[in-house]
């Protein structure tokens, strides 16, 4: 049971990225800037009508 929810978190963790990526291309969510983290990572926040931002 424990394999089923590894994939099943991992599925989810894909279709919010292929969401996200959708969205952008369309012009729904633009990125508002970068954050680079000092453990090597970055963050882009994204905003837009769909997530109640200014647009």
Not at 34 to 54: A, H
């Amino acid at each position: 049971m424990r394999i089923l929810e590894k994939d099943t978190a991992e599925w989810i963790y894909l279709d919010i990225n292929l969401i996200a990526a959708v969205l952008l291309i369309t012009g729904q969510l633009t990125m508002n800037g970068i954050f680079i983290l000092p453990t090597g990572g970055f963050s882009i926040p994204l905003q837009g009508p769909i997530t109640g931002g200014d647009d």
